[in-house]
């Protein structure tokens, strides 16, 4: 709670020191064995920089690895000390499931990869194509197709929403790369956020453009935006009708517009949790923050979705 308070200045400097090399190797051994005992929370995880290749292990045997050069990306710290349970991993197993079985997948709001990566060792004849408008993270997720050798993922420095064309992207200010952009503005405090423009473009379009048949699957995490994503696919959901992974947060409107949404499209709800993925009958953000993802699946492919699962 304390270290929320620092300014992003302080935090930089902290970050510097937990990062600088000599001290890193210490703080991974270290850290390590405090993970080993269960002694390491998720949210420490997440902020102790861990300057590694981190190996992400997935079920039958298979594996990627992630670049953490410099210590910066959450997703690969928290893999780093907790192994493949560090982040979603329910979601994950989901969505590498699902992954086996589609042809085109799309990423929106890849951050480093961690959803495309999955996919792309899940079923390397997939197409996957996948969206990150901030540069660094970005740049790190290409770093991470070039050592995987992956042939098969196609990664834009893209925006998607409900229009094309240049947009304003709001960028909180920390020392790790910001999982939390938004061309929404979110954030309260516009000390510690930063702006800068980038290009947006819509679902619908890029299908177009590109000449892709169809969806079979798409994971979406764009921090409140989820609406206009949502209204530049229309055309894509109503003709491939795929399955939708998406983060929904405890605020009432978004619970609301998912609501409408199932209901106007005829999808089905189901929850992620420890417990497995349950068919809820209201959309509800967990408050808890520990299960965020919901899998919207069309009516007519319940059958098959609990098939896959069960597979």
């Not at 055309?235 to 199932?262: D, G, N, Y």
């Amino acid at each position: 709670m304390m270290l929320t308070r620092l300014s992003p200045e302080l935090k930089e400097i902290i970050f510097l020191v937990l990062a600088f090399k000599p001290i890193n190797l210490i703080l991974m051994f270290i850290g390590r064995l405090l993970a080993s005992l269960g002694l390491m929370g998720k949210v420490t995880s997440e902020c102790l920089p861990a300057r590694a290749m981190v190996k992400v292990k997935l079920s039958g045997g298979r594996f990627f690895v992630m670049e953490n050069r410099e210590g910066r990306d959450l997703v690969a710290n928290s893999l780093f000390w907790l192994g493949a349970d560090g982040y979603e991993s329910e979601s994950i197993r989901v969505w590498s499931r699902l992954a086996e079985e589609a042809k085109y997948i799309f990423d929106i709001g890849a951050y480093t990869g961690i959803y495309s990566l999955t996919a792309a060792v899940s079923n390397p004849e997939a197409a996957l194509y996948a969206f990150e408008p901030i540069l660094k993270q970005y740049r790190c997720f290409q770093r991470n197709i070039e050592i995987n050798h992956f042939k098969n993922v196609y990664a834009f420095p893209k925006a998607v929403s409900d229009s094309q064309g240049i947009i304003l992207l709001y960028v909180p200010r920390q020392s790790l790369f910001a999982t939390t952009p938004s061309i929404e503005n979110i954030f309260d405090d516009g000390k510690n956020m930063t702006t800068t423009e980038v290009d947006c473009v819509t679902l619908d379009q890029f299908i177009d453009d590109q000449r892709i048949p169809k969806i079979d699957l798409v994971k979406v995490d764009v921090e409140l935006a989820e609406a206009k994503v949502m209204k530049g696919m229309k055309k894509t959901i109503h003709q491939s009708r795929p399955f939708i992974l998406m983060e929904v947060l405890p605020i009432q409107t978004t619970e609301a517009f998912f609501e409408e949404f199932c209901s106007q499209t005829e999808y089905t709800p189901f929850w992620i949790t420890s417990r497995g993925v349950e068919n809820v009958g209201k959309i509800r953000g967990d408050t808890s923050n520990r299960f965020r993802n919901y899998l919207f699946v069309p009516r007519e492919k319940v059958e098959l979705l609990n098939k896959l699962l069960n597979k």
